[in-house]
Structures are given as structure tokens and as C-alpha cells.
T-cell receptor, first 115, second 115 residues
Framework: DAGITQSPRHKVTETGTPVTLRCHQT?????MYWYRQDPGHGLRLIHY???????DKGEVSDGYSVSRSKTEDFLLTLESATSSQTSVYFC??????????????FGPGTRLTVL | AQSVTQPDIHITVSEGASLELRCNYS??????LFWYVQSPGQGLQLLLK??????LVQGIKGFEAEFKRSQSSFNLRKPSVHWSDAAEYFC?????????????FGTGTLLAVQP
């Protein structure tokens, strides 16, 4: 299994508070991704990174920001959490070549509840 | 725009019966196709992938999938289902290119296995 950890694994927070989720990898892969999973929607890409300090938006990026200061860590921040951001968040990594044939490997997920 | 359709939300099969999960994609170029499985409370695990070559792809856990360009399909099959196969299955198409690779996921098919 790819060495991907996510923290925290579960979090309950209140509307309006900031939240940061962490993804840590030990594979030295260049590419990292944040997805959210919601019933009836499958997984949707929030943001991704193609290198240290290099990030870009996915299809559902509103209300989220990311940062990547080290190869191994990719942080997802909800600046002001809303109930619509209650979801399960998955981090993924892919191999260094970056072509779209690369396989993505997923972390265990973080379940976030915004009250 | 690229898209993936999994027309069956839930499927129930008896243990030992054969299984086919449907996946249709929309993509302008040669697609790169994936099947992932998600057990309850877990992350996504890659079952198999198709990039090129033989259109019948073998994966882990006894699964296979067949790419049919004329039907824009990539259906997942298993000849004899085990109780441990109960999970949610996601089809995905690789989209992007250049310095990025992105996965577009279907909404998933939840498989239940009856004893």
C-alpha cells in the first residue's frame, strides 16, 4: 500500500470555524490531490498539486484553499466551514511522471462534520 | 466534457453468482480507464486499469474488465462473487494531460452479496 496518511481521521466542527486537513505521504510522489466524496456524486476533485508551491483548482474549489510547502505534505483548509462542506475528504498521490496514465493511490479519508 | 456514467446505483447478487458492473464514459480522445473498490470506512483501492493494448484487462481479486470503444464502455466482471466483494465500486476516466492528470469518477455502484 502507498504510504499515505490523513489527519485527523474524524472531525466535528461548527459553522464559521477554520479547519485544516493534512495529507502526508512517504512515497516522494510529485502529484497530490484532494477529493471530496458525497452520496450520489462519487469523488470530486477540489484542488491538486504538481509540485512544492505549485497548486491548481479542481471542479469544486470554492471555499477551499491548499498549500504545499514540502513534497510530503499537502494541506487542505476550509477558511470558514459551512454545513455544505460536511463530507468525506480523500487525499491521493500519483507517480512522478505526471502523465494522465498515472495511477492515483488514495489515503484512508477524513470524515468532516460541520454543525 | 469528460464524464463517466455508472447506471446501476445498487446491485445485489448471490454468493457464487457472476457479476457485471456497467461503466460508460464520454471522452474525446483515447480514454484511460480505471476501476476502484471502496470497502466500508476505507479508502479507494485500485482494481485494474486500461491504458492501451489488449482490451480485456485482468485485475486483482479475480476481477476483469473489457474496453469496448464502439460502446464507450468499460464493464467490470467477476465470474464468481465472494461475500468479501461487498463494497462500492467506482469507474473513472483519466483526463487532462500536460503537467497534470485528473480522474473523473462515476457516482459508484454499491454491491451487496447475499449468502
Amino acid at each position: 500500500d502507498a504510504g499515505i496518511t490523513q489527519s485527523p481521521r474524524h472531525k466535528v466542527t461548527e459553522t464559521g470555524t477554520p479547519v485544516t486537513l493534512r495529507c502526508h505521504q512517504t512515497e516522494n510522489h510529485r502529484y497530490m490531490y484532494w477529493y471530496r466524496q458525497d452520496p450520489g456524486h462519487g469523488l470530486r476533485l477540489i484542488h491538486y498539486s504538481y509540485g512544492v508551491k505549485d497548486t491548481d483548482k479542481g471542479e469544486v474549489s470554492d471555499g477551499y484553499s491548499v498549500s504545499r510547502s514540502k513534497t510530503e505534505d499537502f494541506l487542505l483548509t476550509l477558511e470558514s466551514a459551512t454545513s455544505s462542506q460536511t463530507s468525506v475528504y480523500f487525499c491521493a498521490i500519483s507517480e512522478a511522471s505526471g502523465g494522465f496514465t498515472d495511477t492515483q493511490y488514495f489515503g484512508p479519508g477524513t470524515r468532516l462534520t460541520v454543525l | 466534457a469528460q464524464s463517466v456514467t455508472q447506471p446501476d446505483i445498487h446491485i445485489t447478487v448471490s454468493e457464487g453468482a457472476s457479476l457485471e458492473l456497467r461503466c460508460n464514459y464520454s471522452y474525446g480522445a483515447t480514454p484511460y480507464l480505471f476501476w476502484y473498490v471502496q470497502s466500508p470506512g476505507q479508502g479507494l483501492q485500485l482494481l485494474l486499469k486500461y491504458f492501451s493494448g489488449d482490451t480485456l484487462v485482468q485485475g486483482i481479486k479475480g476481477f476483469e474488465a473489457e474496453f469496448k470503444r464502439s460502446q464507450s464502455s468499460f464493464n467490470l466482471r467477476k465470474p464468481s462473487v465472494h461475500w468479501s466483494d461487498a463494497a462500492e465500486y467506482f469507474c473513472a476516466v483519466g483526463a487532462g494531460g500536460g503537467a497534470t492528470n485528473k480522474l473523473i469518477f462515476g457516482t459508484g455502484t454499491l454491491l451487496a452479496v447475499q449468502p
